[in-house]
């Protein structure tokens, strides 16, 4: 057969180069991510310029294979068959619902494959399936437009919430927002109709809200989070040292959040560090709360699993450094929105290794 005198070599020398490939066509094919936009999409619609053709294009810009998007529409102006103004237009109109649908269902379809190879890693937590939650601003660098250029700041493009399945390291949700000095704490009702009873979900003090704590423990769930100094609670008892580790001391104390709005009381852990060394803005201690029971996890383990939320930086940083997340627009914000595209292949790909 053609297969096995042309790809043969590649199956044996190179196996997972050849699979990476066929793991990003199965979750790039054209026929799916085009079903995906005319089930997801609320106001656009296809005419002449598919979404699988918008995707294509911009995949080849955000992996570095052309230099801009009108260089990657040079390049393939006669399959398109429609003019710039139309192809621009369709960037322009994408809604960042899509491109959040194709992440999630990107990671859906991955996910058995990780499972396959047994790629998962140890959770962090015993018990629980861990989700690290963070926000991520796209860069403010540009200053085409006239208006701009007499500035030395530029508009923020957009902002996302993205959600990292620890076990399987894949960005599974993208919450994105395309006004980018918007506060994070809008989005929370959306992150909380992602929390499902038994998950951990670890966030940073933007975060520590009473909406947000109060409604992960309804569900079931179960938070670790930097206590914020805007999030009041009645201490119960005195600090109680508990050990040592890599960074500092740590000391344990019961602590009441109440909410006022519905008169619901909240016990939580509250785990306290004092640091060998402060941090970058001067602080000597982090304080932070969590709901699970001592007797599934001890204080220190629990303050180093929360130093582990940086593991969802470092996606940030492999993605901004090896792929070309800011594009050259014009200070248009949604024609961003379809960045976000690609972005899981690349977590997904280095997952694989």
Not at 176 to 195: F, K
Request: aromatic residues 6%; charged residues 25%; hydrophobic residues 45%.
């Amino acid at each position: 057969m053609l297969f096995d005198t042309v790809f043969a070599p590649f199956v044996k020398e190179r196996p997972i180069c050849v699979m990476a490939r066929g793991v990003l066509e199965r979750l790039l094919d054209a026929d799916r991510l085009d079903a995906l936009f005319a089930r997801t999409a609320a106001h656009q619609y296809t005419r002449e310029l598919l979404f699988s053709s918008v995707a294509q294009l911009m995949s080849e810009v955000v992996l570095g294979v052309q230099p801009s998007v009108h260089a990657a529409y040079q390049a393939h102006k006669e399959d398109l068959g429609v003019s710039t103004t139309a192809l621009y237009n369709k960037l322009d109109r994408v809604e960042t619902t899509v491109a959040a649908a194709l992440v999630r269902d990107s990671a859906r379809l991955a996910e058995p494959v990780i499972q396959a190879l047994h790629a998962s890693h140890p959770r962090w937590v015993p018990g629980y399936t861990v989700k690290v939650l963070d926000g991520n601003h796209l860069a403010a660098t540009e200053h085409r437009l006239k208006a701009l250029r007499g500035t030395a700041a530029a508009p923020l493009p957009g902002q996302a919430l993205v959600v990292l399945d620890q076990q399987r390291m894949l960005i599974t949700d993208v919450l994105p927002m395309e006004d980018g000095h918007a506060q994070e704490r809008r989005l929370i009702d959306q992150v909380l109709s992602r929390v499902r009873e038994g998950e951990l979900w670890i966030e940073d003090r933007n975060f520590c809200t009473r909406s947000l704590l109060f409604g992960m423990a309804r569900r079931g769930a179960a938070f670790l989070v930097r206590q914020h100094a805007q999030l009041p609670g009645e201490l119960l008892g005195t600090p109680t040292r508990t050990g040592v580790v890599r960074s500092g001391t740590v000391y344990e104390q019961a602590m009441i959040v109440r909410d006022p709005a519905s008169g619901e009381t909240l016990r939580v852990r509250r785990l306290t560090l004092v640091l060998k060394a402060p941090t970058r803005d001067g602080a000597t201690e982090l304080h932070i709360l969590s709901n699970i029971p001592a007797e599934e996890a001890r204080a220190n383990k629990l303050v180093v699993v929360y130093g582990k939320r940086w593991t969802i930086e470092t996606a940030f940083f492999d993605l901004t450094t090896t792929l070309s997340c800011e594009i050259n627009t014009l200070g248009v914000s949604q024609s961003r929105a379809v960045c976000f595209l690609p972005r899981v292949g690349r977590v997904q790909r280095r997952v694989r290794h």
